[in-house]
């Protein structure tokens, strides 16, 4: 509907009321124009009631006529005029409770609308609370995956580089086991030679019995060198055989230590994949460092 609607039409629209023998009313006057506020349809109406009572104050000012006829002419007009304020109260009071029923509903949706707009800012409020949380908790999550992902990446290297030392003590244990087979295989070649050796002095004592006797001194000097070597010999084979075990032990010991690893490692990927997960609720304190 239009709003301003102008003054000259709402009085014609009256008047048109008023012509056809009908109150003018806020309704009646917006059903002839066809459009129009109330409020303002209502406030124009007033102002044609005030302008209806000075139009027909004028018109009993009426010419010449004779005294009976212009008595009964102004007695006719009195009652109308009476008549006619009557009406314009009536009117004006209909009017009055249209105004106060379309103010109280104008209150009514401005009341709503206020209720409407604190519900909504408290809306926005929340949702801009909900989103500062949400951003917050979404940035320690980046900062808790960067941790647990620098840990996996530490468990990696400590991983790799028991992996070498694993395979560096292997090949020095494999060194030593060829060094011990060698030093076996020396000890036992210089066994049997000293054994066909002392057979072959024995088979030769009974033909060379006096020819021993000379050469005995020789023989013991060097049958006690040759037990020097035998025993420098077997000393050597047992640090050997103390080493070998001692890097047997380190050995273990790397193997253990890359086993606890390798668990710590699955524990650490399984958790990161749990965190991944839609819904999953947030893991507890960084785990402990590997052999802390």
Known sequence: ??????????????????????????????????????????????QWWALLAERLNGETRLPTLPGEVSQAFVAVWQQAIHLAQGVVEQSLAEQRQVLDAERERVAAEENRARQDAAQFRQQTTDA???????????????????????????????????AHERREAQQHNQQLQQELQALRLKAEQVRVAQETYVRG????????????????????????????????????????????????????????????????????????????????????????????
């Not at 917050?136 to 580089?161: G, N, P, V």
């Not at 790397?254 to 958790?271: G, I, V, Y």
Request: aromatic share 2%; net charge positive; no cysteine.
């Open 128 to 162: 801009v609370a909900g989103r500062q949380a949400a951003e917050l908790r979404l940035a320690d999550l980046e900062l808790l995956l960067s941790q647990r992902q620098t840990q996996i990446d530490d468990l990696h290297q400590q991983r790799e580089s028991l």
């Open 201 to 292: 002095v024995e088979d030769r004592a009974h033909r060379e019995v006096d020819h021993a006797r000379e050469q005995s001194k020789a023989m013991t000097v060097q049958l006690k060198d040759a037990g020097r070597q035998v025993e420098q010999l077997q000393r050597r084979l047992e640090s050997i055989q103390t080493e070998l075990s001692q890097s047997q032990q380190r050995a273990a010991a790397q193997h253990a230590r890359a086993d606890t690893l390798e668990q710590q490692l699955t524990k650490a990927r399984q958790a990161y994949a749990t965190k991944r997960k839609p819904g999953a609720r947030k893991p507890a304190a960084s785990t402990s460092a590997p052999g802390g």
């Open 1 to 46: 509907m239009a709003v301003g609607v102008p003054e000259h039409e709402v009085f014609a629209a009256a008047d048109a009321v008023l012509a056809r023998g009908e109150r003018p009313t806020v309704e009646r006057v917006r059903l002839e124009l066809g459009r129009g506020s109330p409020a303002r349809v209502g406030g124009l109406l007033d």
